[in-house]
Every structure is written in C-alpha cells, then in structure tokens.
C-alpha cells in the first residue's frame, strides 16, 4: 500500500511522539522534528507508510543515541496482557478449545492499545478485549484459516506489538512447533524485538529477524536473504497488525493478515468499516 495524503498527519504525529520520547532537550526535539518534517514534505509517495515511519524512527536514533524508546512501554504491555489473560477465563465468550475464539483472543490484542490501558483500571482494558468476541467475523475466512493452519508443514508468523504478542501466545500454541516467529531487528515504536520474547513468554521458540532498520512493518526488499527465503518455504504467512498489512499486501506469498483496520485509507482501499476486524486470506 502506497503512502496517501491522509497518511502525513500520522506520520507527523509519529515524529512528534518520537522526539519527546528520545529526549528531554528541546533543541533535541526540534532538531529530528525539522529532519523529519523535511522528509515529510519530500516523501515518496511509491512507499509504504511504515517505511516512511522507520525512516522518522531512524532520525530519532541519530539525533538522540536512544535505541529503544517504547522500552517501558513494552514492559507495562506485557505485565497488562499477562493479566488480562490470567482472567479470560472467567470471559463467557471464551472457550480455549475454540480455534476462533483463540483467534478472536489474538485479535483483541489488535484492538487493545496498551499505551493508554496500560495504566488505567484492567476492567476498562478487559471491556476493550471483550468487544473482539462481540465483533463480526468472516467465518469462511476463518474456517480456511484454520484448515490451512492444520495442513501446513511451515508457518511463519510475523509479530506485531508487545502485549498482543502475549495474546498470539495462546492462539499458536497448537501449532508451536511448525511455527518460526518473525521479530523486528531494531526497535520501532512498541513491536516486538528478539530480545522482547521473553517477555511475552515466548522464550525458545524458533525466530527470524526482519532486517528492514526500524521499519514498523515487513519490507521484504530490504530484508535479509534468510527471511525471503522463508517466505519462498513456508506454506502459509500470519501476518498480525495493520503495518505488516501495508507493506505486504501486494506481495505473491500465502498470507493470513490478523488485524483491525483502523484508518480511513485502509477502510477505504478494503471498502471496510473503521474498526472492523480482518482477516484476509491472501491465497
């Protein structure tokens, strides 16, 4: 998906939340959001908006040495998803046996954001995962999915966000051991990196890194021989979140994308409401 007019205010605001983030110098501050604002206003409308988010994300690394700075964050995720989830099932709606109420947990994590609930009352946060059992699905969609699932010898699941990636947990958890997880190599806002597998319980499984720098979605351009090559071998793709569906909707490989879309250029290019959960199978 290429960069839209509507994309520039989020990009912008992306760069405002990086600078406060990477430093308390104000001259700091307006240092990466001059870069940033200047890269904006010459962008490449060919890219994908997460490509044009990590190349802000990279301005503030460069200008402020700071390498993580969603670190705290990612902690707090994690701690509120491990306990959302130590109470599910006392949900109704849940039912672990369930492939799609596996897959609506894993769903609620798209919709959860842990930036804001991170902190509020866990009843405020357990009502945001409610509403994933009370959304509408494409039930064929997830039928196939969950055949293809079964069927397949290699999966490659590429992760989103810290705390949904607690959710994702419980949802692959069948299928483990033909799962290979990919992880961001560098930091980019709150996505799960290898040394954030830890703490998402997900220690010991098999991962990949995605190479594109800082990139909050999936280049395969710019990623490494290895993982292009797991592409050409698995038989089937999970991709989770709304930027791994922006930089690889077009791509020729069985992908599963996970997510709720949640802009106006997404709804529209999908002809989808806002807030709507997909899962688009792309076979």
Not at 75 to 94: F, K, Q, T
């Amino acid at each position: 998906m290429n960069i839209h007019l509507e994309c520039l205010p989020c990009l912008g605001k992306n760069a405002v939340d990086a600078a406060k983030r990477s430093s308390a110098d104000l001259t700091v501050q307006k240092e990466i959001l001059a870069e940033s604002f200047r890269l904006l206003a010459t962008c490449d409308y060919q890219l994908p908006p997460p490509c044009m988010a990590g190349k802000i994300l990279d301005i503030a690394f460069r200008h402020s040495g700071k390498n993580d700075i969603y670190e705290a964050e990612k902690r707090r995720s994690n701690m509120l998803a491990e306990n959302l989830l130590a109470g599910i099932d006392r949900l109704p709606e849940y039912d672990a046996a369930s492939f799609e109420s596996r897959l609506r947990l894993a769903l609620a994590g798209n919709i959860l954001d842990f930036g804001i609930y991170a902190d509020l009352d866990i009843r405020l946060a357990m009502d945001a995962v409610k509403s994933a059992f009370t959304k509408k699905l494409d039930s064929e969609a997830v039928a196939a999915l969950q055949n293809k699932m079964e069927s397949a010898r290699k999966i490659l699941y590429i992760l989103d966000n810290c705390g949904e990636a607690v959710f994702d947990r419980v949802f692959m958890a069948p299928y483990r051991d033909k799962i290979t997880l990919v992880v961001r190599e560098n930091p980019a806002f709150n996505d799960v990196t290898a040394d954030d597998l830890t703490g998402c319980g997900l220690s010991g499984m098999k991962y990949v890194v995605n190479g594109a720098k800082r990139t909050p979605g999936t280049c395969l351009a710019a990623s490494p021989a290895e993982l292009r090559q797991m592409f050409e071998d698995s038989d089937l793709v999970i991709a989770k979140g709304q930027g791994n569906f922006e930089t690889l909707n077009e791509c020729s490989y069985p992908v599963a994308f996970l997510f709720m879309a949640k802009c106006p250029v997404v709804t529209r290019l999908l002809d989808v409401e806002v807030n709507s959960l997909q899962v688009l199978l792309h076979w």
